[in-house]
T-cell receptor
Framework: GAVVSQHPSWVICKSGTSVKIECRSLDFQATTMFWYRQFPKQSLMLMATSNEGSKATYEQGVEKDKFLINHASLTLSTLTVTSAHPEDSSFYIC????????????FGPGTRLTVT | GQNIDQPTEMTATEGAIVQINCTYQTSGFNGLFWYQQHAGEAPTFLSYNVLDGLEEKGRFSSFLSRSKGYSYLLLKELQMKDSASYLCAAMDSNYQLIWGAGTKLIIKP
């Protein structure tokens, strides 16, 4: 079946530094990828929709200058958390939409970010 | 506005049956999804309904009523490993998933 990978699976960084998270679709070319954030005991919160070759669409309240998204190829989208703060500590999950079947969306395993 | 409602938490006994309800309001509708999420892990796909009726897949079944904006996930022969959060999500006219807050299911022996 379709597989989406994320790297790294967990990362610890110091406050003020930047962290890049990669999301790859391994079995299909994903023109659209999604980035979610999930705080403990809460549901998924869509941060942005990443479209290959164009600027990402950010959800209301998500700072685009802080959460940089790049979708440079059909199999790779990256999320960079810039100048990270402890409140950015969360579980970040990406998903990729199968362009041949709009209804299919596959999740990556997630990245646990801890900012100290 | 768009909204998904599902219970916050449910408790059931191993071997029993549990039904998790979900009601939705979306701008357009392209189907209803159920995902399972174990603590610390990403969601995994369970089911997709776009037509009214019941879809059965092993121990799990999902039901949809479009006219009522209602779905449920039915879990039979509960096992301890079924303890997880179950997320209901409706896909709107732009193919965006609108997520519920999730139902934490606790299975007791």
């Amino acid at each position: 079946g379709a597989v989406v990978s994320q790297h790294p699976s967990w990362v610890i960084c110091k406050s003020g530094t930047s962290v890049k998270i990669e999301c790859r679709s391994l079995d299909f070319q994903a023109t659209t990828m999604f980035w979610y954030r999930q705080f403990p005991k809460q549901s998924l919160m869509l941060m942005a929709t990443s479209n290959e070759g164009s600027k990402a669409t950010y959800e209301q309240g998500v700072e685009k200058d802080k959460f940089l998204i790049n979708h440079a190829s059909l199999t790779l989208s990256t999320l960079t958390v810039t100048s990270a703060h402890p409140e950015d500590s969360s579980f970040y999950i990406c998903s990729a939409r199968n362009p041949k079947r709009e209804f299919e969306q596959y999740f990556g395993p997630g990245t646990r970010l801890t900012v100290t | 506005g768009q909204n998904i409602d599902q219970p916050t938490e449910m408790t059931a006994t191993e071997g029993a049956i549990v039904q998790i309800n979900c009601t939705y309001q979306t701008s357009g509708f392209n189907g209803l999804f159920w995902y399972q999420q174990h603590a610390g892990e990403a969601p995994t796909f369970l089911s997709y309904n776009v037509l009214d009726g019941l879809e059965e897949k092993g121990r799990f079944s999902s039901f949809l009523s479009r006219s009522k904006g209602y779905s449920y996930l039915l879990l039979k022969e509960l096992q301890m490993k079924d303890s997880a959060s179950y997320l209901c999500a409706a896909m709107d006219s732009n193919y965006q998933l609108i997520w519920g807050a999730g139902t934490k299911l606790i299975i007791k022996p």
